[in-house]
């Protein structure tokens, strides 16, 4: 038997035909006819020297055979398309995909993207906010801005900033704040998002680190999703153990404030990872310094800190 590769349109007709189980339907995928497809078939059957579908009365079924290449041929069609659409981005080159956490999208990229837009208007971004660990060819991603502990490798990876959390609230609740221990008769909100961390921040934590003695049970509001958690301080309800990255643009602006310097700091991180040899593409290569220069005023705030590790 020859280890020759039968031509790519009898494979690409048996993959449509093995996925649909009907040699009609997978003809008017391919916009062929059935008797086209079914020589395309046959030729494939030849080549390889069995049969590769039992042919029914009104159906069809793989033999032992079709369903050993089956699969492979699946797989390398999937691969094929996404090696092509990931082709057809490279030659176009004006369209930017990224993809982040719902909290940093909505905090701190979403607010600042109408800036990037206006000065690289030749540029569409866009954006998926989610927590999965998205796959850049087959989700037709190009950047990702990835927060955690995790190694980046054979990624090309752009350390981008690190995290620290104090208690944030706004202007007017800490006019009712002189030490740490008050922060107790105030609604404690908890972030806990960072949950997924071996040694997870929180409160108890801090006031550990404040010299607070607390009691047994904390109580307050809690949420798994830090933005979400954020709104509620700007509510001016309640303080909580903010997220430097989150909390960047209301404590520049004012709106909040943490009142105290203590700041707890994790070993996660946030940086920018995109696919080796890609990161010379002219848009990658913008957005890269475009969020390197705007997150280095997010770190300023950590210069009057009193940092410590949780």
Same mark, same amino acid.
């Given at each position: 038997?020859?280890?020759?590769?039968?031509?790519?349109?009898?494979?690409?007709?048996?993959?449509?035909?093995?996925?649909?189980?009907?040699?009609?339907?997978?003809?008017?995928?391919?916009?062929?006819?059935?008797?086209?497809?079914?020589?395309?078939? #046959?030729?494939?059957?030849?080549?390889?020297?069995?049969?590769?579908?039992?042919?029914?009365?009104?159906?069809?079924?793989?033999?032992?055979?079709?369903?050993?290449?089956?699969? /492979?041929?699946?797989?390398?069609?999937?691969?094929?398309?996404?090696? *092509?659409?990931?082709?057809?981005?490279?030659?176009?080159?004006?369209?930017?995909?990224?993809?982040?956490?719902?909290?940093?999208?909505? #905090? *701190?990229?979403?607010?600042?993207?109408?800036?990037?837009?206006?000065?690289?208007?030749?540029?569409?971004?866009?954006? @998926?906010?989610?927590? #999965?660990?998205?796959?850049?060819?087959?989700?037709?991603?190009?950047?990702?801005?990835?927060?955690?502990?995790?190694?980046?490798?054979?990624?090309?990876?752009?350390?981008?900033?690190?995290? *620290?959390?104090?208690?944030?609230?706004?202007? @007017?609740?800490?006019?009712?704040?002189?030490?740490?221990?008050?922060?107790?008769?105030?609604?404690?909100?908890?972030?806990?998002?960072?949950?997924?961390? @071996?040694?997870?921040?929180?409160?108890?934590?801090?006031?550990?680190?404040?010299?607070?003695?607390?009691?047994?049970?904390?109580?307050?509001?809690?949420?798994?999703?830090?933005?979400?958690?954020?709104?509620?301080?700007?509510?001016?309800? /309640?303080?909580?153990?903010?997220? @430097?990255?989150?909390?960047?643009?209301?404590?520049?602006?004012?709106?909040?404030?943490?009142?105290?310097?203590?700041?707890?700091?994790?070993?996660?991180?946030?940086?920018?990872?995109?696919?080796?040899?890609?990161?010379?593409?002219? $848009?990658? $290569?913008?957005?890269?310094? *475009?969020?390197?220069?705007?997150?280095?005023?997010?770190?300023?705030?950590?210069?009057?800190?009193?940092?410590?590790?949780?």
């Amino acid at each position: 038997m020859s280890d020759r590769l039968p031509p790519l349109t009898a494979l690409r007709a048996f993959e449509a035909a093995s996925r649909h189980m009907s040699f009609r339907d997978a003809a008017d995928e391919l916009a062929v006819t059935p008797a086209a497809l079914s020589y395309q078939i #046959k030729s494939l059957e030849e080549h390889l020297g069995v049969p590769l579908f039992r042919r029914l009365n009104r159906a069809v079924e793989l033999t032992e055979e079709g369903r050993v290449l089956a699969p /492979g041929t699946r797989d390398a069609f999937d691969q094929l398309r996404a090696s *092509w659409r990931a082709t057809q981005r490279l030659a176009e080159d004006t369209t930017l995909t990224i993809t982040a956490g719902p909290g940093f999208t909505a #905090k *701190w990229l979403a607010p600042r993207m109408f800036d990037f837009a206006q000065m690289n208007p030749e540029i569409d971004m866009r954006v @998926s906010a989610s927590l #999965k660990i998205m796959d850049f060819m087959r989700d037709e991603i190009d950047v990702a801005i990835r927060f955690g502990t995790s190694s980046d490798e054979g990624l090309h990876s752009v350390h981008l900033l690190d995290e *620290w959390l104090s208690p944030v609230m706004t202007p @007017s609740l800490a006019e009712q704040i002189n030490e740490p221990r008050d922060l107790l008769d105030l609604m404690l909100i908890h972030d806990e998002s960072l949950n997924f961390l @071996s040694a997870p921040p929180g409160w108890r934590a801090w006031f550990k680190h404040a010299g607070v003695e607390v009691p047994e049970t904390l109580h307050g509001h809690r949420f798994s999703q830090a933005d979400h958690a954020i709104d509620m301080a700007l509510e001016g309800t /309640g303080v909580v153990l903010g997220r @430097s990255s989150l909390c960047d643009r209301y404590l520049l602006s004012g709106r909040l404030v943490t009142p105290f310097r203590l700041a707890l700091t994790i070993p996660a991180h946030y940086r920018l990872i995109c696919p080796l040899g890609q990161q010379g593409r002219p $848009a990658i $290569a913008t957005f890269t310094e *475009w969020i390197k220069a705007e997150i280095a005023q997010t770190a300023q705030l950590a210069e009057d800190r009193d940092l410590v590790p949780v």
